[in-house]
């Protein structure tokens, strides 16, 4: 990611990196409407837009404006745009008092500005009213080629093709193509020779109309491409039908992330719990951090943990209003001191020595938030029902609980349950644990805003309940469900680099809780599997993993957002937004997080390996 840098000239905005303006004339709001945000209608319940070169956002603004004044009930727009120039929020605000767009704009445009994200690659989620932005930052040579959807509508921008060659070469047209939907249109200033071949290489017809304050311009429809996928089966076809009625099993973060987002897709949720209350388990702690692994660079999990971090804080921020305090890290050992130097210059981690300052970590009230986003999904929930099965019959679950007859039928059925959910998914080759931890509770002793995390960890004061959380044990092999003294005990040892030797504690209680766990600590997100299937179809993999793969059949509708470990309400959020992107069709996370996550990656890495 860069930092672009821009100047005012002429009464409009240019980049000195590209030596271009950001528009091609100093009418800039009739030109994006023009070419881009008035070529085409929200025809469709779910529009997808995608755009290369987020630049100031104006096409962005224009179309979220347009489309909040148009939209019919139900509708939602989903829009992403890739950009690898960085503007800072307090720049971009700056422009658009300059060039005096900011009165128009100003609701959406300080909206968009209070959660901007740092300059850093990623995706990151914007929420407006029935609309979803998605900022990809990072070089388009790499971010366009590791999303996965089906645009409507394609803004091609990024400056004049002479100028900025990345943004219109072959490469780049070729997954502009893989990610459209059949009838998808090119929308361009642009009149290049060279765009419009490359275009119609990958069967976009091309046509040219009446350019803005120029003589021409290109527009295509996509006419449907074929390309080689080797990584076919972590592909989930979206069920191309309609959803309503979703049942959810389990009330602890999972399932209220997951109802969150799916009432923002006009659901209508059902939750089942076995306990006599919401936020039973491990989400039920009175105090809990919401912060990232350190890892050293490049190491896949702490690349997911800084992302699923980041954008729960933004999730957070958002929805729920919570306000970041900042959580200190400290490295308590030579590997771990090693990490944070590695970790140096991430604009995540603010490391000094043995430290780092994550300022956007939240000491959260992991039972309040969950409540309040079952109270805003306006999600039915039943108590104390304990569920055992399921029956599948004309597209719809039935569902079967213990002693309790239920007969309402759901399109879609969600497991959601923590460290229960090991008692009903059977695959073969994945690998689940259900570990108990206990944290403990004292009276008040530390006054910090900051929650401290070492070889414990250590929670600001819960004002609601006049106690202290410091915690946590971690066990795989004791199943008791019993508080233990002894690791009462331990947690306290463990806390002593943070407290005077004459600090008085008092314990006042503790929670047990325990949370599952896969083999390689990545959750488990997105649809279950046929197994037959995947044995029978990808066999052959030791032989023929870099060779066209045969897609994955349409399975049942049921999904998993399981095995979140001690970060759930991390990685929840990106969960919840997943497996919402894998029933209706929408933009996806990164490949490289999507397999890591996908329900079927033991049984595929076995079969690359020729084990089975």
């Known amino acids: 990611m860069n930092y672009a840098n821009i100047i005012i000239k002429e009464d409009s905005v240019f980049s000195l990196d590209f030596e271009d303006y950001y528009f091609n004339s100093k009418d800039g709001i ?11 209608e929200f025809n469709k319940e779910q529009i997808i837009v995608s755009e290369l070169g987020f630049g100031i956002g104006l096409n962005f603004f224009l179309t979220l404006k347009r489309f909040l004044a148009e939209k019919k009930s139900n509708q939602r727009l989903f829009y992403v745009s890739f950009e690898n120039f960085y503007i800072s929020k307090e720049q971009l605000r700056d422009i658009y008092k300059k060039l005096n767009f900011y009165d128009e704009f100003k609701n959406e445009l300080e909206l968009f500005l209070k959660y901007y994200p740092p300059c850093k690659n990623g995706i990151y989620r914007f929420y407006f009213d029935g609309c979803f932005l998605d900022l990809v930052f990072g070089d388009i040579k790499e971010t366009l080629q590791q999303v996965n959807f089906e645009a409507n509508v394609w803004y091609l921008d990024g400056f004049a093709p002479s100028k900025n060659y990345d943004m219109f070469k072959e490469d780049t047209i070729y997954h502009v193509a893989r990610n459209s939907a059949i009838k998808a249109r090119i929308l361009t200033f642009s009149a290049a020779s060279s765009l419009r071949k490359t275009l119609q290489k990958y069967n976009f017809s091309v046509y040219k109309v009446k350019g803005f304050k120029k003589r021409e311009m290109i527009q295509a429809i996509f006419d449907g491409y074929e390309y080689e996928d080797m990584h076919a089966y972590f592909n989930t076809p979206s069920l191309k039908r309609k959803v309503k009625n979703v049942a959810i099993i389990g009330a602890g973060i999972a399932g209220a992330s997951l109802a969150y987002e799916l009432s923002l897709r006009n659901c209508c949720i059902d939750i089942f719990e076995k306990e006599n209350d919401v936020a039973k388990g491990a989400s039920g702690n009175i105090s809990g951090i919401l912060s990232s692994l350190i890892l050293k660079p490049q190491v896949l999990l702490g690349e997911f943990s800084q ?101 309402k039928k759901y399109d879609v059925l969600i497991y959601a349950q923590g460290a229960n959910a090991k ?5 073969s080759y994945m690998q689940l644990s259900r570990v108990r931890g206990q944290c403990t509770h004292l009276k008040p002793f530390l006054n910090t805003q900051h929650a401290l995390s070492s070889k414990a960890y250590i929670c600001p004061m819960n004002e609601h309940v006049n106690m202290q959380l410091i915690g946590a044990s971690y066990d795989r092999l004791n199943q008791n469900s019993e508080i233990s003294i002894k690791d009462n005990i331990q947690i306290l040892n463990n806390i002593q680099e943070f407290i005077d030797h004459n600090t008085r504690l008092e314990i006042v209680g503790a929670k047990v809780g325990f949370r599952s766990y896969s083999s390689d600590r990545f959750a488990i997100i997105g649809q279950s599997y046929d197994e037959k299937f995947y044995l029978q179809h990808y066999k052959a993999l030791l032989w023929h993993k870099n060779k066209k793969q ?43 997080f999507l397999h890591a996550l996908h329900p079927a990656r033991f049984l595929i890495r076995k079969l690359k390996k020729g084990l089975i």
């Open 423 to 427: 008692d009903f998914v059977d695959y």
């Open 30 to 40: 009739n030109e994006s409407s023009y070419v881009y945000t008035n070529a085409f």
């Open 307 to 407: 992302y699923s971090f980041l954008e729960a804080s933004r999730f957070y921020q958002q929805n729920l209003n919570l306000k970041p305090q900042g959580v200190y890290e400290f490295a308590h050992n030579d590997l771990m001191q090693e990490r944070f130097d590695s970790q140096k210059d991430n604009i995540l981690f603010d490391v000094e020595h043995n430290r780092a300052f994550l300022k956007d970590g939240i000491c959260v009230k992991p039972q309040e938030i969950v409540k309040t986003m079952i109270s805003k999904s306006k999600a039915k929930v039943f108590l104390q029902y304990e569920f055992e099965d399921y029956c599948y019959e004309n597209n719809q679950f039935t569902l079967k609980f213990k002693n309790i007859n239920h007969c």
């Open 550 to 592: 045969i897609q994955p059949e349409v399975f049942l509708p049921l999904y998993l957002s399981i095995a979140h470990g001690s970060r759930a309400f991390a990685s929840a959020i990106i969960a919840s937004r997943l497996i919402c992107s894998l029933i209706f069709g929408e933009p996806q996370i990164e490949k490289r």
